[in-house]
T-cell receptor
Framework: EAGVTQFPSHSVIEKGQTVTLRCDPI?????LYWYRRVMGKEIKFLLH????????ESGMPNNRFLAERTGGTYSTLKVQPAELEDSGVYFC??????????????FGSGTRLTVV | RKEVEQDPGPFNVPEGATVAFNCTYS??????FFWYRQDCRKEPKLLMS???SGNEDGRFTAQLNRASQYISLLIRDSKLSDSATYLC????????????FGSGTRLLVRP
């Protein structure tokens, strides 16, 4: 079974540019989460999709971040315009709908974003 | 104050040693508890869930004290391959089961 796939694995962009991160969850996983770890801080929740619907987006830092999950399959996270403080590692995780955190999520290997 | 607090370490121990990590959480509504392991520049991976009755998986033992809001992880007979960052993680009943992470405790096992 393919795991959670994220790309790009690395992205270096200039302040003010736009970047789009993509996450392909495990097939059949209706829950999809985005998390972020900025330098020196703990991993923090950004948002949660159930299928194509945003269930919880309380962790999104500001309106420069836009997440979508069209058709309930893969998800994208767009940062526009990027700022220096957006640098960090962005993780995606997925799980079956009836298997929440108790069974653990499967994380992707992350996208390391550097804004210069 | 962070919702999940951990000693960042590093804990530097010889192979074969027993090492214990502790974690405290501040939200009494926390529902589920986990230890994740994260290797350098890799994604977090579930190590084990933590239950009030305590649970063991090979060399790893986890304990939860709900009254004290305290979680522990004990690693016996440390291996070089145990070197990693150990993340204490909780979920809350009032959330969409999102994970609340501690900053992690770094373990270095030396030969």
């Amino acid at each position: 079974e393919a795991g959670v796939t994220q790309f790009p694995s690395h992205s270096v962009i200039e302040k003010g540019q736009t970047v789009t991160l993509r996450c392909d969850p495990i097939s059949g996983h209706d829950n999809l989460y985005w998390y972020r770890r900025v330098m020196g801080k703990e991993i923090k929740f950004l948002l949660h999709f159930v299928k194509e619907s945003k269930q919880d987006e309380s962790g999104m830092p500001n309106n420069r971040f836009l997440a979508e999950r069209t058709g309930g399959t893969y998800s994208t996270l767009k940062v526009q315009p990027a700022e220096l403080e957006d640098s960090g590692v962005y993780f995606c995780a997925s799980s079956l709908l009836d298997r929440g955190a108790n069974y653990g999520y499967t994380f992707g290997s992350g996208t390391r974003l550097t804004v210069v | 104050r962070k919702e999940v607090e951990q000693d960042p370490g590093p804990f530097n121990v010889p192979e074969g040693a027993t090492v214990a990590f502790n974690c405290t959480y501040s939200n009494s509504a926390s529902q589920s508890f986990f230890w994740y392991r994260q290797d350098c520049r890799k994604e977090p991976k579930l190590l084990m869930s933590v239950y009030s009755s305590g649970n063991e998986d090979g060399r790893f033992t986890a304990q939860l004290n709900r009254a004290s809001q305290y979680i522990s992880l004990l690693i016996r007979d440390s291996k070089l391959s145990d070197s990693a960052t150990y993340l204490c993680v909780v979920t809350r009943m009032d959330s969409s089961y999102k994970l609340i992470f501690g900053s992690g405790t770094r373990l270095l096992v030396r030969p």
